[in-house]
């Protein structure tokens, strides 16, 4: 099997929506991670929303009262106007196409929520997802959801043998559910579409560049 072009990156040929916003953020951390391949470290609280994503796909009874459809961890790829596209959606109704969002996170430095209505009203992670849905599939429900799972700090002891080393920092699911509707409107999935377009022939010029510039040097 013929390997896909390297558009985007060392090996990539297709963009998510992590992607996007990385460069959108820092076009050098996006050329370290998907050019330069610089190892990506996991933070605890990177870790501990995998540990929690995996527990909800795995019906976990210590995850139980989440809400969830029949489909988690669900791999979608597509093609947005030439782009190819890919995203895995954490929970997905295989009739409707109506999807859930899963985020982890503390309050932020001043006790605020880290989530808000308002805050799920801004991000553009849901009309991405919701564009690739309907582009995928052909329909999509407008109606989806943002649920955020607070975490806290806990201290917990270090013990061997019986005898206490110390203590550590630990996160932990504090056992909240917040749930966040939204409904996506169709200029915000052609709002989607055109950054896709407009990222993707900046990441794939940039790369070019690199490209050529790395093979004369060497």
Sequence with gaps: ????????????????????????????????????????????????????????????????????????EYQLKTVISDVPVIAYIDSLCQYTNRFL?????????????????????KTDQLPFYSLFLKEKFGHVTDLCHLIWLPTKTIKKSIEHLGNQLGVKDEIEWNGEVHVFP???????RKAAREKIIRIAKEISNDYETYTKTKNRIL
């Design 1 to 72: 099997m013929d390997q896909p072009p390297s558009i985007y990156g060392l090996n990539k040929s297709t963009l998510s929506y992590s992607a996007i916003n990385l460069w959108e953020t820092s076009h050098e951390q996006y050329r370290n991670r998907y050019y330069k391949l610089t190892p990506w470290v996991d933070t605890p609280e990177t870790l501990y929303g995998k540990k929690i994503h995996k527990m909800i796909e795995t019906e976990d009874p210590f995850v139980k009262k989440v809400p969830r459809y029949t489909l988690g």
């Design 182 to 188: 939204r409904v996506i409107h169709e200029y915000e």
């Design 101 to 121: 969002d899963f985020k982890t996170g503390r309050p932020r430095p001043d006790g605020s929520p880290r989530w808000t209505a308002l805050e799920v009203a």
